[in-house]
């Protein structure tokens, strides 16, 4: 996969994937158009996800200011997070001292062009050792908005789970 210094690329088909996870994210979502645009959110079906869940986050984006607001995070998400952020913002989490990928970037990217990212996140462990894992990030409709909404995927089922307590974890961060 060419991955861009900022840790992602635009995912334009499911051969970029490495992992049979986020192949499988990508053809649900790329099957799921209807007259060019993804379905909603609210449409996506989690029957159709079922061996996925666990590593599935939803959530919108708001242009206005420009904020990320996570809905849902599955549960191996919030393990491997070591944190549920279910109702949280992106801007509220303290993820910089584990994660290589700069989040922002990459939502700003997938509103601004509409168009899925597939990438690698390289995690930090507390003592300094590292591992890596393949994520993806693709457009859902929201209202109007063809990108106000985002499926997303972390592929990490090949880690093992006994690495969850070594990994630093997401925090909250303090408020100014």
């Known amino acids: 996969m060419d991955i861009a210094p900022s840790g992602f690329t635009a995912f334009k088909d499911a051969g970029q994937a490495s992992m049979a996870a986020t192949r499988m994210l990508f053809a649900y979502w790329r099957d799921s158009h209807r007259g060019g ?14 061996p996925i869940l666990p590593f ?5 984006i708001e242009p206005e200011p420009f904020r990320v607001l996570f809905r849902l995070i599955g549960t191996a ?5 070591r944190r549920d952020f ?10 910089d001292t584990r994660d290589s990928v700069e989040w922002a970037d990459c939502y700003r990217h997938i509103h601004a062009h509409r168009v899925g990212v597939v990438g690698i996140n390289r995690l930090s462990f507390a003592d300094g050792g590292h591992t890596s894992y393949e994520f993806a990030i693709l457009p859902l409709q929201r209202d109007d908005d063809p990108a106000g909404s985002f499926i997303a ?9 006994f690495v969850i307590p070594d990994l630093t974890p997401v925090t909250e961060r303090r408020r100014s």
């Open 56 to 60: 599935l986050l939803l959530g919108d």
């Open 37 to 50: 645009l993804p379905l909603r959110r609210t449409e996506v079906d989690p029957s159709a996800l079922k």
């Open 153 to 161: 995927i972390e592929s990490y089922a090949h880690l093992s789970e």
């Open 86 to 95: 279910s109702g949280k913002y992106l801007d509220e989490l303290g993820y």
């Open 77 to 81: 998400v919030a393990d491997f997070s």
